[in-house]
T-cell receptor, first 111, second 114 residues
Framework: KNEVEQSPQNLTAQEGEFITINCSYS?????LHWLQQHPGGGIVSLFM???GKKKHGRLIATINIQEKHSSLHITASHPRDSAVYIC?????????????FGSGTQLTVLP | DVKVTQSSRYLVKRTGEKVFLECVQD?????MFWYRQDPGLGLRLIYF???????EKGDIPEGYSVSREKKERFSLILESASTNQTSMYLC?????????????FGPGTRLTVT
């Protein structure tokens, strides 16, 4: 089973700062997902990527398949970015029906 | 857009009660999941189902059962609720376009067992 580790567990930043959240995993994957969970519980998918880099607004996700590592960057952070960010991977073997999740990074952006 | 709904956002039950959590998805997805989420432990899979009447245990099935009588509905049952089942419960459904899994989550049910 894949082991997914995220760092840091908690992150506090000032508005406008550049933020990086890291994710590493132990075995090969078919895709890596970055998810966002706001207070109240709902989880939304931000990115799904299997190589390279994706950008959506102020969010950028990168993945290095050889190093089994991904980063989520937030440029010009804003208090509304405060949320839990979760990394998850889908296994290329077997049914690929499940995701394996990291424990999440709690981000707080102060005004 | 895919919509996954859960029957309650907040629920308070007493120890020993039987608890039903229901999840409905509107996109004809084959796969449905129940997770619980606890601080520091992340999302842990309780059960999943890949077809009607089919179910498989996840990482922490003890104390839970599930039911999938219709494709769109997946129920989580706590036969006799205990205080250590106080948690956030998240339902999800998924499909695999081109072989890569896309998963969609419900809003969650925060269950408190007193």
């Amino acid at each position: 089973k894949n082991e997914v580790e995220q760092s840091p567990q908690n992150l506090t930043a000032q508005e406008g700062e550049f933020i990086t959240i890291n994710c590493s995993y132990s075995v090969g994957i078919s895709a890596l997902h970055w998810l966002q969970q706001h207070p109240g519980g709902g989880i939304v998918s931000l990115f799904m990527l299997s190589s390279g880099k994706k950008k959506h607004g102020r969010l950028i996700a990168t993945i290095n398949i050889q190093e089994k590592h991904s980063s989520l960057h937030i440029t010009a952070s804003h208090p509304r970015d405060s949320a839990v960010y979760i990394c998850a991977v889908s296994d290329p073997s077997g049914s690929a029906r499940q995701l394996t999740f990291g424990s999440g990074t709690q981000l707080t952006v102060l005004p | 857009d895919v919509k996954v709904t859960q029957s309650s956002r907040y629920l308070v039950k007493r120890t020993g009660e039987k608890v039903f959590l229901e999840c409905v998805q509107d996109m004809d997805h084959e796969n449905m999941f129940w997770y619980r989420q606890d601080p520091g432990l992340g999302l842990r899979l309780i059960y999943f189902s890949y077809d009607v009447k089919m179910k498989e245990k996840g990482d922490i099935p003890e104390g839970y059962s599930v039911s999938r009588e219709k494709k769109e509905r997946f129920s989580l049952i706590l036969e006799s609720a205990s205080t250590n089942q106080t948690s956030m419960y998240l339902c999800a459904s998924s499909f695999t376009p081109g072989g890569v899994l896309e998963q969609y989550f419900g809003p969650g049910t925060r269950l408190t067992v007193t």
